[in-house]
């Protein structure tokens, strides 16, 4: 599977942005949906994860209560909505996929990989 996320920019603290991350190739519905992000200088981190029927998510604790991921199967497209955004959420967001929902925290256990999009949160 092919993925490509977009719809990063600049938006100030207490703003709003949505996320999508384009799927294309094998059957997108098959895979689970994870959104990690990597701020300058730091490793590249969880954010949230959803399962392949979306029954099911995950958010790391310091999105958790602002940020929300779906997914819509039919369009072959994940997104991910963050609200009430803050300085210290600016990073490159990028989104992957497994066959497996397994070790979802974990950067290594995603299999597959968008491009990243950049979201800076100004104060």
């Known amino acids: 599977v092919q993925l490509q996320a977009s719809g990063g920019g600049l938006v100030q603290t207490g703003g709003s942005l949505r996320l999508s991350c384009a799927a294309s190739?094998?059957?997108?519905?098959?895979?689970?949906l994870g959104w990690f992000r990597q701020a300058p200088g730091k490793e590249r981190e969880f954010v949230a994860h959803?399962?392949?029927?979306?029954?099911?998510?995950t958010y790391a604790d310091a999105v958790k209560g602002r940020f929300t991921i779906s997914r819509d199967n039919a369009k072959n497209t994940g997104y991910l909505q963050m609200s009430s955004l803050k300085p210290e959420d600016t990073a490159v967001y990028y989104c992957?996929?497994?066959?497996?929902?397994?070790?979802?925290?974990?950067?290594?256990?995603?299999?597959?990989w968008g491009q990243g999009t950049l979201v800076t949160v100004s104060s």
């Open positions: 992957a996929a497994q066959v497996d929902a397994t070790r979802i925290q974990d950067r290594n256990a995603w299999g597959y």
């Open positions: 190739g094998r059957s997108f519905r098959s895979y689970s």
């Open positions: 959803i399962y392949w029927s979306g029954s099911r998510t």
